[in-house]
């Protein structure tokens, strides 16, 4: 297992292992740059915003690279928005061994730190829902509010059918188009499933990278629970869901209301992709519940 605890970040402005875009270049809404963090080349997104106040950081899907959240990004142009692509995912470097997602929320942390920022809001859908329990429970101090989108407390969870996990246990959704549509209803549920050429639209953002990457971020959630801890999550937490969603039924949004202490949950009447099939009200409930104020006033 990697460990980041003691974390060097440098800016990396040389080509990796993959061809990587320039030091600075732009990415939709994020501008992208190569650091090296414990000698990982990991590509990081930001986003400025064009207002003040506290970050959000975002921990996507398995398989997603920044780019993959960038009509989320415009739609919040007012917001800092971090990102960055997993080791092994998108421009990101494959690591030379296996990571769980405690290393992983301290390389997070790490990002934080090159970005002057002490603390930040934290984001995560899907599979990186359980990257954003991590770091709440690992870099606590460091988690202002905790966003979780369509997601789960891991292993121990209410499962999708079998016929679903068997889809998503391969990445060939990413790598052929033909059979991202023919899948995407199965899998997204929702809107994908009356409109498969919405698969289409999503995946055109994919910068695929290999079969390993993908394997490696399951294995990093395997096992993993956070079941039995989120009773010490006390930070404000707002869970969206999908009604109609196949891969993280609905009941695992409510298991997550209920050991949550100061949780609120929101049910979208769509599938698990509704951050990018309801986008604008996605995004008027996420910023109602980020700009309210804390017990101190501060947003």
């Given at each position: 297992?990697?460990?980041?605890?003691?974390?060097?970040?440098?800016?990396?402005?040389?080509?990796?292992?993959?061809?990587?875009?320039?030091?600075?270049?732009?990415?939709?809404?994020?501008?992208?740059?190569?650091?090296?963090?414990?000698?990982?080349?990991?590509?990081?997104?930001?986003?400025?915003?064009?207002?003040?106040?506290?970050?959000?950081?975002?921990?996507?899907?398995?398989?997603?690279?920044?780019?993959?959240?960038?009509?989320?990004?415009?739609?919040?142009?007012?917001?800092?928005?971090?990102?960055?692509?997993?080791?092994?995912?998108?421009?990101?470097?494959?690591?030379?061994?296996?990571?769980?997602?405690?290393?992983?929320?301290?390389?997070?942390?790490?990002?934080?730190?090159?970005?002057?920022?002490?603390q930040a809001?934290?984001?995560?859908?899907?599979?990186?829902?359980?990257?954003?329990?991590?770091?709440?429970?690992?870099?606590?101090?460091?988690?202002?509010?905790?966003?979780?989108c369509s997601?789960?407390?891991?292993?121990?969870?209410?499962?999708?059918s079998p016929?679903?996990?068997?889809?998503?246990?391969?990445?060939?959704?990413?790598?052929?188009?033909?059979?991202?549509?023919?899948?995407?209803?199965?899998?997204?549920?929702?809107?994908?499933?009356?409109?498969?050429?919405?698969?289409?639209?999503?995946?055109?953002?994919?910068?695929?990278?290999?079969?390993?990457?993908?394997?490696?971020?399951?294995?990093?959630?395997?096992?993993?629970?956070?079941?039995?801890?989120?009773?010490?999550?006390?930070?404000?937490?707002?869970?969206?869901?999908?009604?109609?969603?196949?891969?993280?039924?609905?009941?695992?949004?409510?298991?997550?209301?209920?050991?949550?202490?100061?949780?609120?949950?929101?049910?979208?009447?769509?599938?698990?992709?509704?951050?990018?099939?309801?986008?604008?009200?996605?995004?008027?409930?996420?910023?109602?519940?980020?700009?309210?104020?804390?017990?101190?006033?501060?947003?």
């Open positions: 297992m990697t460990s980041y605890s003691r974390t060097r970040v440098t800016v990396r402005s040389h080509a990796t292992k993959r061809p990587a875009p320039p030091h600075g270049a732009s990415s939709g809404p994020f501008t992208t740059q190569m650091l090296l963090i414990n000698g990982q080349s990991i590509r990081v997104g930001r986003q400025a915003g064009s207002g003040t106040g506290m970050p959000l950081f975002l921990f996507n899907g398995i398989g997603g690279n920044i780019e993959l959240l960038g009509p989320l990004a415009q739609r919040m142009p007012r917001r800092e928005l971090i990102t960055f692509d997993v080791p092994g995912v998108g421009h990101s470097e494959l690591p030379g061994v296996p990571y769980r997602l405690p290393g992983l929320a301290r390389m997070a942390a790490s990002i934080l730190d090159h970005f002057g920022h002490k809001d934290i984001f995560g859908v899907s599979w990186g829902g359980t990257a954003a329990q991590e770091f709440a429970l690992t870099c606590k101090e460091r988690c202002h509010r905790l966003i979780l997601t789960s407390a891991g292993a121990v969870m209410m499962p999708a016929q679903v996990l068997w889809k998503m246990a391969t990445p060939l959704r990413y790598m052929r188009r033909d059979y991202a549509r023919q899948v995407a209803g199965d899998i997204y549920g929702g809107d994908f499933r009356k409109n498969p050429d919405l698969a289409l639209e999503l995946f055109r953002h994919v910068r695929w990278q290999s079969r390993l990457g993908y394997y490696l971020q399951i294995a990093a959630v395997m096992g993993w629970t956070s079941v039995h801890w989120l009773y010490r999550v006390k930070q404000p937490t707002l869970i969206m869901a999908g009604f109609d969603d196949p891969l993280v039924p609905i009941l695992n949004a409510h298991i997550l209301k209920s050991l949550i202490p100061h949780s609120e949950l929101k049910v979208f009447n769509c599938g698990h992709l509704f951050l990018l099939t309801r986008a604008d009200e996605t995004v008027r409930v996420m910023n109602e519940f980020l700009d309210r104020p804390d017990m101190n006033g501060r947003q």
